[in-house]
């Protein structure tokens, strides 16, 4: 055991009892909750090594009593699943650049520059966060249909450009934390407003930036509507869209272990860039983080 546990323990032990049966329900419901959210991804996981007449059966067999991995085989070899994710990665890659850019311009504006209408504007970008996307819809949709844009990536590119209510508000408040002292000394050295953002603002900010990355990919990863409603030629489907191409269900002709396959593959990406990551993600969701030396 390192300092950090046995410190951990004796803090623990010095608990009074009742401490002591509250530490045991909470991590007892931690745990409860966590396994209820593992049980799809294990169901999942658990039919992709199925055959597809197996997957649904009564009870249910989480281990497989045969491992078929002829599933993945016939997903890489029967579906253009590479071609798929590409699409996916392009989509996600010019995301992340854009959204972190202009949300990390605008927060920084926020946070540094004092003007009567700071607080009332950063107010009314907090607010467009309670519009529900469904009221914006079908008007995005005719402006981009209007500009030739349907069936193109860019109406799920574009609209990045303009940063979002919440990375800007988690931005804003990290950049806050860092002492003010360090602008001041680099305007004495010459330095300019962009100067400071990009060498002394962007990388302190890494922990924030590299949350708001995870989450950008997290979000157009997994997006499933957006390309639905833009795209129509299935060359240009991003992974989760690609996916719904495999159900044929209304014909009875769904292969649904590799179905399961390729939902499992397609999970790997996300769930990776969150083990490499988790402890940046940590850090960078603590919006009053300090800066010390």
Not at 35 to 55: E, N, Q, Y
Not at 71 to 82: A, D, Q, S
Request: proline share 7%.
């Amino acid at each position: 055991m390192n300092n950090k546990q046995i410190k951990t323990f004796k803090q623990i032990s010095a608990l009074p009892p009742k401490g002591k049966l509250l530490l045991v329900l909470k991590y007892s419901f931690l745990i409860g909750l966590t396994i209820a959210f593992l049980i799809p991804i294990v169901w999942t996981l658990s039919g992709s090594l199925k055959p597809s007449g197996r997957i649904f059966t009564v009870p249910i067999e989480w281990i497989p009593s045969t491992f078929h991995w002829e599933n993945y085989t016939n997903l890489l070899e029967k579906f253009p699943f590479f071609k798929y994710a590409l699409n996916s990665f392009t989509l996600v890659g010019f995301n992340m650049v854009f959204t972190i850019t202009s949300s990390l311009l605008v927060a920084y504006g926020f946070a540094r520059f004092r003007h009567p209408w700071n607080q009332k504007v950063f107010i009314f970008v907090l607010a467009t966060m309670m519009i529900p996307p469904q009221v914006t819809l079908i008007p995005q949709f005719l402006i981009f249909s209007e500009l030739g844009w349907v069936n193109t990536y860019l109406p799920l590119i574009v609209p990045n450009l303009f940063g979002s209510a919440f990375n800007i508000f988690l931005m804003r408040q990290f950049i806050m934390g860092i002492p003010r002292s360090l602008d001041e000394s680099a305007y004495m050295d010459g330095a300019s407003s962009f100067g400071i953002l990009t060498r002394i603002i962007v990388p302190l900010c890494m922990p924030v930036i590299i949350t708001i990355g995870v989450f950008t990919f997290n979000s157009n990863w997994n997006d499933f509507m957006g390309p639905l409603i833009y795209l129509s030629s299935q060359e240009k489907y991003p992974l989760q869209l690609a996916l719904y191409t495999l159900d044929a269900g209304r014909q009875g002709l769904t292969d649904f272990g590799m179905l399961f396959a390729a939902s499992i593959v397609a999970l790997i990406p996300p769930l990776l860039l969150f083990v490499l990551l988790q402890n940046q993600i940590m850090a960078g969701i603590k919006l009053g983080g300090s800066v010390k030396g």
